[in-house]
């Protein structure tokens, strides 16, 4: 078996000619404060609650940004207590390489195999941006991300390992820039669209020519 990951769109995740400037103001739209980011529906497998718990543990001064919505919006929002968690709704195709090159962290805490791949997940680690994720039996998202070598990776459930996990790249700026590297690496050479390109084409080379 020879297996055909989930590919991200370069193209989609390139930076505008005036990046430095479009990053600048998104942090200061949070008191340029580091960022931790989550992007994606607001459903119950992208563990969303989980994060919120993990947030008291988060000691580092920082800004946990919540991009997209969904079902669960308005009861995640009645149900977080602290200030600095924002909820910005929906981002354009545009805004998405700007927001996870200016966060610090991609907090990934989907908790079910439903999270079978992570496009946001590798779209983030392109951008450089470190991931924490849970460890989920059944899903490709610890392929994506290789725990303590492009991010981090905690039991599942594990909010308070979760938050701590978080805290600790925030406060580790060789560690936090070390895993961006490789995480940028790791997906620049398994998971852009070209790749995924060459592997299919490869397999049907090699299915015809036996």
């Known amino acids: 078996i020879t297996v055909i990951p989930n590919g991200i769109a370069v193209k989609k995740m390139e930076l505008p000619e005036n990046s430095d400037e479009v990053i600048a103001s998104i942090k200061q739209r949070f008191d340029n404060k580091k960022i931790v ?7 119950t497998y992208k563990g969303l609650e989980m994060l919120l718990a ?22 995640l929002m009645a149900k977080s207590k602290s200030d600095r968690v924002i909820f910005i709704g929906e981002i354009s195709d545009g805004e998405i390489a700007p927001y996870m090159t200016a966060a610090s962290v991609l907090a990934f805490p989907s908790i079910t195999k ?6 946001v997940l590798a779209e983030a680690m ?11 039996e059944g899903s490709g998202v610890n392929w994506v991300n290789l725990k303590d070598e492009t991010g981090l990776e905690v039991s599942n ?15 580790d700026d060789d560690l936090r820039n070390r895993l961006g590297q ?10 852009t669209m070209d790749k995924v390109k060459h592997l299919v084409e490869k397999e049907y080379a090699d299915l015809l020519a036996k």
């Open 114 to 119: 439903n999270e079978a791949f992570g496009i």
């Open 126 to 136: 392109y951008c450089g941006t470190p991931p924490v994720t849970f460890t989920i």
């Open 37 to 43: 980011f989550f992007m994606g529906r607001h459903v």
């Open 182 to 191: 490789a995480a940028r690496q790791r997906i620049v050479e398994n998971f």
């Open 54 to 75: 993990a947030e008291p543990y988060i000691e580092e001064d920082c800004i946990i940004v919540i991009a997209g919505n969904g079902p669960l919006t308005k009861e």
């Open 157 to 171: 459930g594990d909010y308070k390992s979760f938050g701590l996990a978080v805290n600790r790249l925030l406060a």
